[in-house]
Every structure is written in C-alpha cells, then in structure tokens.
C-alpha cells in the first residue's frame, strides 16, 4: 500500500476487536465541512454494546464535530451513520445533504445522551428538575416514575442530597456529575461525553472521572472525548486518534499508548504526558 494512501486509512495498531454484542453506533465514512472548511474526511467509528472507545487528538482535529455528527447534532455531507443497525435516511446531497426521518432524528438524539465540558445545566431549575426535565417533556415519561429513576441516578454519581439545589450551588464536578446523571436519566443506548473533565479544576476531575469508571465497568456503551489520556487508558476497548479530520492511528489502549506507530500521535502523546 502506497504510504499517502496508508495514511488516509490510518495506521490500525491492532484489528479492531469487535465483541460479540450488535453494534449501537456505526460511522462509515464521514465526511464534513463548514463551507470550505473540511473537518472530517472520511472518519469510521464503531462502537457495539458494552464498548468504550475514546477519541483523542489535537484542539481542532475534529473530535467534537464527530461526536456531534453521530448524534446528527450537525449535518454531515458523505458517509453512513448507523444507529442500532438502522441507517440515517438522508434527503439531499453534499451541503444540501439533510436527515429525512423526524422521528428517527428523535429516536437517535433521545438514545445517544450526550454530556458536555461546560455542563449545561438549566440554572433556573432544581438539579432533581433538571435531572427530570427530558425524559417528562420529550419521552413524555410519567413524572412520578422519572423522580424515582432521577433520584436513583442522582444517588449513583453521588449527589443525592444535592437534588432541590441550584446549579450555581454545586462545584464543577458536582455540577458534571448532575449533568451525568441527567445524560444517564434518558435511559439512553449510548452516552456520548465532550471533554467532560476539561473545564474542571484537578482535584475536582478525580470524582467524575470515578463515575465514568463505574459506567464503563457496568456495561455501559460510550464515546469519550478526552484530553485525559489515564482515562482513555484506563476505560477504553479501543482508542482513536484524529489527526485533521482522519484517522492516524487507532487500536487497543495498550499497544496505542505502549507503541504508537505514527511519528505524530508519538508526538502529540509526548506534548500531552
Ligand atoms: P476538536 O473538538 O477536536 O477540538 P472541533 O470538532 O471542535 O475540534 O473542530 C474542528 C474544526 O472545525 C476546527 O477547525 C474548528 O474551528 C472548526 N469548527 C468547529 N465548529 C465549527 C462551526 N460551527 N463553524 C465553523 N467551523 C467550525
Ligand atoms: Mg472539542
């Protein structure tokens, strides 16, 4: 194989081990751009059920735009997105290219929860409220029963006492932990996690990184975005590293961060360690 077209496949530093659990999320392909801006050019990602797998990479390499994609959050131009082997009807093409389907948007947004670096918690309501406030008003979810999952959740990251408190009443990873707990109160097929340390201070970052550990020990399926290479050690089934908006190297977290093949992941792991 030609070394530029090895390069646009990507070094896979192993096969990729997939479990035997069907698929929840399958990319294949993706490309996406704003206007003249490609920011993915052609990226896979597949995650089954039970899987972790994390994203690392440069600011700007397109990790976020990928997640967001997948959640069909923005507009992708080419490629396939599957969703629990159901694939994204598209109408359109290129820039016009749009998802066809209402409900599947919906099914696919309510089933792929995602948590961001900056929280975003409604400040204006309670944590229980805003732990609550999807599943009443978008799964139309009996309220009684959603409390009851709501304060189930809020005790599972460690935060039960802090239901009828205001956002601005919680630290950082306090605040991380409710939007955790709001993400996991969708009941959702996969969680999707944006930085979700990044905006935290150090001493902060060890308690939600402690429930992402537990979620990933139970079974959970999720894509995480992490500067935190520990973490991406530590949880991960498998690794992927984007270099603008391609693959440059993926594997298993052992062979990625114990030889990494591709002269600028070494890099890139050497600036970030
Ligand atoms: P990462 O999460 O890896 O830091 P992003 O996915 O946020 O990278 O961004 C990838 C590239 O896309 C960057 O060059 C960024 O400036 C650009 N970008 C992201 N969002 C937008 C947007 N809404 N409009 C235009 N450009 C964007
Ligand atoms: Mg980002």
């Not at 030609?2 to 929840?24: H, K, M, S």
């Not at 009941?187 to 537990?214: G, M, Y």
Request: glycine share 6%; aromatic share 4%; with cysteine.
């Amino acid at each position: 194989i030609p070394a530029d077209l090895r390069r646009n496949r990507g070094i896979r530093t192993t096969e990729v081990q997939l479990p035997d659990t069907p698929p929840v999320i399958e990319i294949r392909h993706l490309h996406k751009a704003y206007g003249q801006l490609e920011v993915l050019k052609g990226v896979d990602l597949h995650a089954n059920q039970g899987q972790v797998i994390s994203l690392i990479g440069s600011s700007g390499s397109g990790k976020s735009t990928l997640l967001r994609c997948a959640n069909l959050l923005e507009d992708s131009q080419q490629g396939e997105i599957l969703f629990c082997e159901e694939s994204v009807k598209w109408r359109g093409t290129g820039h016009n290219r749009r998802p066809a389907d209402a409900s599947q948007i919906t099914r696919i947004r309510t089933n792929l929860s995602m948590v961001f670096q900056s929280f975003n918690l409604w400040s204006h309501m309670t944590i229980l409220q805003n732990v609550m406030e999807a599943p009443v008003q978008v799964l139309r979810r009996d309220p009684k029963e959603v409390e009851e999952k709501a304060r189930m959740y809020l005790e599972k990251v460690g935060i039960a006492d802090k239901a009828d408190a205001w956002p601005a009443q919680l630290s950082g990873g306090q605040q991380q932990r409710a939007a955790i707990a709001r993400a996991l109160c969708m009941e959702p097929k996969a969680l999707l996690f944006d930085e979700p340390t990044s905006a935290l201070d150090p001493e902060l970052e060890q308690e939600v990184i402690r429930v992402i550990k537990a979620l990933a020990e139970e079974g959970r399926t999720m894509v995480i975005v992490t500067h935190d290479m520990n973490l991406a050690r530590d949880v991960s089934d498998h690794v992927i590293f984007l270099h603008k908006g391609l693959i440059e190297e993926e594997g298993a977290p052992d062979a990625l961060f114990g030889s990494p093949k591709s002269e600028r992941l070494r890099g890139f792991l050497s600036a970030t360690s």
